[in-house]
């Protein structure tokens, strides 16, 4: 029987046996990838014997023959290629029929198939064009909407760099190049400085390698890893005989055993974890669900009640009748109530958006998270290369007995013993770093952006794409100068500035090398010293031993400190000074700095002399040193990560540090960055099990290990905090804390990352905000927008954008959502009151689809009102797009005054011809039918006993519908404008958006084609007209603006008088 064991990152169950990889039950383990690996436990001469074709060399591992090449071509076909499984792909006509899922489609729809119907039994042209007509506005529509979700597909599809291409092997009995998807579990691999680990491994044989797992764990410092067996019980990431899966190596070499390789690494279970999150609506899905759903029961409700009394009222007895009835009345009133042109408008608005965040470097996958990302409540923030630079960078400096911040040449010569030289001339031969040359500099930066515009390439294709090219592509692209560990690097980036690393190394060749081991932890050179490189005749020559570790162990082994007050340049370390050094380096700590010390001496030996070492006894001196200082270093914040936290404050919006670095680290990041007040009182809450006063403190840094304990009251305490840091945190960890801020608090969360860590939690958030450049492919994939400069000063941007569009499409739809109750008063006077009707079925597709398109997508280039960036989020359960007040603005304020507007033109149109609209009710007339474009038949009025033609009656009722046509339209190019701004003076907001005037222009040329140009006029049913409608056009939008002004000055008012 075989005893499967579910994925974690656990030590093996108690009970388990490792050497005889049994059960307790004495049940075989099975050696399945998909179980927790027991290599790290194991001896090496058992975890041969459980790998016999990989044939390990006990004696010497380099002399490993591995897998032969028969054996690996198997195993490829067995576990399958080294690869993460990509997401599966919606089919393009699944993605296309998608659209027409829509409620306002399915209804439009449905009115055209029955317009054809109607058509097909009446024999009225008419019907059969506006059923065409519908079915163009469907098809358009969906295939708009399916074109933009199709582009914002393509765009993971340029983002595939995260593993190497090809990797080192032993295999048949020799070192080969292989491609990293053929890499099979047994294979053993080999990786040294500046790879990435192609698959998780076990070390057999390690050499002062390091691995920064920062896209794992958080921690920017590479770790030092080991072929010492792990002690049962270790966690496995913590294991350092184990390397995973995209992590970077630094400083030396190792020789692993592959023991799991695609979907099933640490990176595979990752990115599983974070496709088995489902995906919910944005707010904006939910609020345009909701209004849709609103619009089409108001449509269907008044379209049949209206219908059912028409034919009642109207006495409607045969089934010409009816169906004449039923189509200027029942399609027209759902015609009317479905603002056809809403969807295009909104994705118009959205589209235009992305655009103008693809301006400022941010990609937007999914328009619809362009608005959510404006009602964010609270970020989650990784904090490796999000809020940081992921660069190690020299901070401060303590020697001779001070502390230097500002950085300047003081010493006489780098030659000279005084404490500034000694410690330039340390940091920088105690150092395994390396200069990059120019030339490689040069070639270096070509790749880089070479791969910016390859990670772009299909980006590109996006309507907004030239855009995010552009703004990425003018980055400053530059270029490492020296490689190796990001902490050597650091320090030759310091002393480079001062004195050229080529330089020294030159005049101070090393002669002698101990490198930095967790075991001594501290580096040693030796190096000769200026005087005996002049002195050459001299038997014995001057040396100088230069090291460099872990401050507690380098002070330990000095006796003497640097120091200019001295005579001769040397003081004892006494008490005092011991206690001066262990303030400063702890303070140094507290900041979240790493430390290290340096110290130095110098001794006469034999020119010719041979330094070595014999089981950790050296032929030079690692006592009694000299003293030189402390360095203290970090990853610092991004320059601009303050002002956009500081703003993200002001906007009401929180920012949670969410990482898996040392709390020490965490808070001292927080705090440089504004995340935590140094003013407040902060609660660090790591082994506490007692109950803890959340009143007393403002903040609190939180460990990971602390969270799976806490209450959902402790929950609440904790996210009503200001600022909060949650360090050394698991995957599972960012998840649970999202779903936390989400189910407790009901926030919108965002949540921006880089690495493989944050990809379960940015596709739980409502929205994922990845970096672009240098993120993790699996982060990209689960996010939904894109920092294509990896500034996290970008997001403040978009949550601006994310609010203007709010308030945008808001005014779009109360603008859009007045011309409802006037196209359904000009179907209603024909159904109810037995009035020729206002509008014909055309002209209503022509105000949605044409005369109002242009200025409701001006409304996107709206700038925003003041103070939009110093609001609260808005409430998604109060706030809503669609509002009881809105509804009541556009249906029974602007809606009835535009009406009023129409009706008045309307009538002045008939009373034109000497017609009172109660000459309708008795007309005089036997076929049922009178003063419309179907009309065949005279009617005399009893009135006036005045008798019309039928070429009379059309055009008398071309002239009425033109009327009332003009005046809607004209009246709403004017609405248009108090629909600019929602609290402040149009007239203070101002009229800077020249879009609005081509918008409004561009519809007043439809109106004049649609109603003066002969032949497109007598498709809609429309016909030259004077100076009147016009007139009342512009009484209308007077009206309008009165209104308007007048209630946003009380709303003003009022709030003024409140605050």
């Not at 002399?63 to 690869?83: D, F, I, Q, V, W």
């Not at 009642?312 to 009317?336: E, M, R």
């Amino acid at each position: 029987m075989v005893l499967n064991v579910a994925v974690d990152s656990r030590a093996p169950a108690a009970g388990v046996d490792i050497e005889n990889r049994t059960s307790p039950n004495g049940e075989e383990l099975s050696v399945a990838m998909n179980e927790i690996p027991i290599e790290p436990y194991m001896e090496i001469e058992a975890i041969a014997q459980i790998h016999p074709e990989s044939r390990i060399n006990l004696q010497n591992i380099e002399k490993s023959a591995g897998l032969s090449s028969s054996e690996a071509a198997k195993r490829l076909l067995t576990y399958g290629k080294n690869r993460l499984t990509p997401p599966p792909k919606i089919p393009e006509w699944k993605l296309l029929l998608k659209q027409f899922q829509n409620t306002f489609l399915m209804l439009l729809i449905a009115s055209a198939v029955l317009s054809v119907v109607a058509f097909a039994i009446a024999g009225d042209i008419t019907n059969l064009y506006l059923g065409l007509a519908l079915l163009a506005v469907v098809f358009l529509t969906g295939y708009g909407q399916y074109h933009e979700e199709r582009k914002a597909f393509k765009i993971v599809d340029s983002f595939s760099l995260m593993l190497a291409t090809t990797c080192t092997v032993l295999r048949d009995g020799q070192q080969q190049t292989v491609q990293v998807e053929e890499l099979v579990p047994g294979d053993l691999v080999l990786v040294k400085d500046g790879e990435k680990v192609p698959a998780d491994a076990v070390l057999l044989l390690c050499r002062g390698l390091k691995a920064e797992c920062a896209s794992l764990t958080g921690e920017s410092e590479p770790i030092p890893c080991s072929d010492q067996v792990s002690a049962k019980g270790t966690r496995l990431p913590e294991c350092k005989n184990m390397i995973f899966n995209s992590s970077l190596c630094f400083d030396g070499t190792a020789i692993g055993l592959v023991l799991r390789t695609g979907d099933s690494t640490s990176v595979g279970t990752i990115a599983k974890l974070a496709s088995n999150t489902q995906l919910g609506e944005s707010t904006l899905q939910k609020e345009i669900r909701v209004f849709v759903g609103l619009i089409a029961i108001v449509a269907v409700t008044m379209a049949l009640i209206f219908f059912i009394a028409s034919v009642f009222l109207q006495g409607a007895k045969t089934s010409t009748d009816i169906i004449k009835l039923f189509v200027n009345g029942f399609l027209i009133i759902i015609v009317a109530n479905v603002p056809q042109g809403l969807p295009s408008t909104v994705i118009s608005l959205l589209s235009l958006a992305a655009r103008n965040m693809a301006q400022r470097s941010v990609l937007v996958k999914r328009l619809d998270c362009v608005e959510t990302l404006g009602s964010t409540s609270i970020i989650c923030s990784d904090k490796t290369g999000t809020l940081t630079k992921n660069e190690m960078t020299v901070t401060d400096i303590w020697y001779n007995q001070r502390l230097v911040k500002r950085h300047r040449w003081e010493a006489k010569s780098l030659a000279s013993h005084e404490p500034q030289a000694l410690l330039y001339r340390a940091a920088i031969l105690c150092n395994r770093g390396q200069p990059i040359s120019d030339a490689d500099q040069d070639i270096i930066s070509e790749s880089i952006r070479e791969s910016q515009r390859q990670r772009i390439s299909n980006v590109s294709r996006l309507s907004w794409g030239t855009s995010v090219q552009q703004s990425v592509l003018s980055l400053e692209t530059q270029a490492p100068r020296f490689s190796g560990n990001p902490s050597d690097c650091a320090l030759l980036t310091y002393c480079d500035r001062m004195h050229s690393v080529i330089s020294v190394r030159q005049d101070y060749p090393i002669l002698f090398e101990v490198p930095f081991n967790s075991t001594n932890k501290w580096h040693l050179v030796i190096v000769k010293s200026r005087e005996s490189l002049r002195e050459e005749e001299d038997e014995n020559a001057v040396y100088e031993v230069l090291m460099k570790g872990a401050p507690e162990v380098i002070l330990d082994r000095c006796t003497t400190f640097a120091s200019n007050r001295a005579t001769n340049g040397e003081s004892e370390i006494t008490d005092a000074f011991r206690e001066e050094f262990t303030k400063t380096y702890k303070d140094f700590a507290l900041k979240g700095r790493r430390v290290l010390a340096l110290c130095s001496r110098t001794f006469q030996a034999h020119k010719d002399v041979v330094f070595t070492e014999d089981n950790g006894i050296y032929n030079l001196p690692t006592r009694d040193l000299h003293f030189i200082g402390l360095i203290a270093i970090m990853d610092p914040p991004r320059d601009n990560v303050p002002d956009a936290i500081s703003k993200c404050h002001g906007a009401g919006v929180k920012v949670f540090m969410v990482t898996g670095d040392h709390p020490f680290t965490a808070k001292a990041i927080a705090k440089q960055v504004g995340l935590l007040k140094s003013e407040n009182n902060i609660l660090l809450l790591e082994n506490e099990t007692s109950e803890v006063d959340w009143e007393t403190c403002e903040g609190a840094v939180i460990h990971g290990s602390r969270l799976d304990g806490l209450s959902d009251d402790q929950w609440k305490s904790i996210l009503s905090k200001s600022g909060i840091c949650f360090a050394r945190t698991t995957p599972a960890h960012k998840l649970l804390i999202v779903k936390k801020c989400q189910t407790l608090l009901g926030a919108i969360v965002a949540v921006t990352g880089d690495g493989v860590n944050d990809a379960p939690a940015l596709k739980q958030a409502d929205v994922g905000v990845a970096m672009g450049l240098n993120g993790s492919a699996v982060a990209q994939e689960s996010a939904d927008i894109l920092l294509m400069d990896d500034n996290f000063a970008s997001i403040v941007d978009a949550i601006e954008e994310g609010r203007k569009i709010f308030e945008n499409i808001k005014k779009t739809i109360a603008y859009t959502l007045a011309h409802i109750l006037p196209e359904v008063v000009s179907a209603v006077l024909s159904l109810l009151g037995g009035l020729p009707a206002g509008l014909t079925a055309l002209q209503v597709l022509t105000i949605d689809l044409g005369t109002e398109l242009g200025p409701a997508i001006s409304l996107a280039y709206e700038k925003a009102e003041a103070n939009l960036m110093e609001r609260k989020p808005r409430d998604p359960a109060k706030d809503r797009l669609v509002s009881p007040a809105l509804m009541i603005y556009s249906y029974v304020i602007s809606g009835v005054i535009i009406t009023l507007g129409c009706l008045m033109a309307y009538w002045f149109s008939y009373k034109q011809n000497d017609l009172r609209l109660s000459d309708f009710h008795a007309p005089g007339y036997e076929n049922g039918d009178f003063f419309s474009l179907t009309v065949s038949e005279p009617v005399t009025i009893e009135r006036t006993q005045r008798t019309f033609s039928a070429a009379e009656q059309k055009q008398i009722f071309s002239e009425g519908v033109t009327a009332f046509y003009i005046t809607l339209t004209v009246a709403q190019f004017c609405h248009i404008w108090v629909c600019k701004t929602r609290i402040s003076s149009l007239f203070v907001h101002g009229f800077d958006n020249k879009l609005t005037f081509y918008g409004v222009g561009v519809g007043l040329a439809l109106v004049v084609l649609f109603c003066y140009v002969p032949g497109i006029q007598d498709i809609v049913g429309a016909t030259i007209v004077g100076w009147v409608p016009w007139a009342c056009a512009l009484v209308t939008g007077a009206a309008l603006l009165i209104y308007n002004e007048t209630s946003k000055w009380y709303f003003r008012r009022a709030k003024s008088a409140d605050t």
